[in-house]
């Protein structure tokens, strides 16, 4: 079901396992100025969801945000065929079945109405035999001081449903009470200094919450708390 994370802005949750591990996902739905409905990492959809975004708007933009977060965009375009499929760079040819309008592929910040975002450079994560990388695009939502991250940052803490076994395990890797990217991505990322610039940009936005695809939402001081955190994962001042 969706919640209301602020005015025109809500958020829907559901279990996701990865790698044996039940991390959860988060979708976002911002409502643009004329009304129309902006879907960012879709979620399964099903008919509460659907009823409730029906009665918000007119779903007229799906976003899948990065390389890794596609599963469920061909089913919301189903649903709402009208809609226009944006998909991060390179998902065109990850996944050449999705059935994608258009490509994010500008540096510009106007994105939609009421929506800035960036292309996140530099940011990899291991996955089983290699180095993949993520081709991000964050998103700002100036009047709410919003930030919406996919995987460019975690955030796990008390009020996070995880079994112990979870818990220690993202204490492991560094994603448990830290707004930042895990051990997995720091073993990954080979052009630091890119990832810097990114981060940097990132951080010129003034956002005060950060909403993420895994972990708890971060309601206060988010600037301040994502700027800390990488400046511990890559051990550099920003």
């Known amino acids: 079901m969706l919640r209301e994370i602020d005015t025109n802005i809500w958020v829907a949750e559901q279990p996701l396992r990865y790698f044996g591990l039940n991390v959860g996902t988060r979708m976002t739905v911002i409502r643009l100025a004329n009304k129309e409905l902006a879907v960012i990492c879709p979620i399964q959809v099903d008919d509460p969801i659907t009823l409730q975004l029906n009665e918000l708007g007119h779903v007229s933009h799906i976003i899948a945000p990065n390389l890794f977060h596609y599963l469920f965009v061909s089913e919301f375009k189903k649903v709402y065929p009208e809609a226009i499929l944006w998909a991060a760079p390179g998902l065109e040819l990850k996944k050449p079945e999705l059935p994608i309008d258009r490509i994010i592929t500008s540096n510009e910040r ?129």
Not at 135 to 151: G, Q
Not at 164 to 172: A, E, H, N, P, S
Not at 199 to 209: G, I, S, T
Request: net charge negative.
């Open 110 to 238: 106007n994105f939609l109405d009421g929506i800035e975002y960036l292309l996140f450079e530099g940011l990899k994560t291991f996955v089983l035999t290699e180095f993949a990388s993520f081709n991000e695009c964050v998103f700002f939502h100036p009047a709410t001081r919003t930030l919406i991250l996919t995987d460019a940052a975690y955030h796990f803490d008390e009020s996070f449903p995880l079994p112990l076994t979870v818990q220690l395990m993202m204490r492991v890797l560094g994603s448990y009470r830290n707004l930042s990217p895990s051990f997995l991505e720091k073993v990954a990322i080979k052009d630091k200094e890119k990832v810097r610039q990114s981060v940097q940009k990132v951080l010129a936005w003034d956002f005060e919450r950060v909403i993420m695809a895994h972990g708890t939402i971060v309601e206060k001081d988010a600037q301040q708390k994502l700027r800390a955190g990488y400046e511990s994962f890559l051990g550099v001042s920003l």
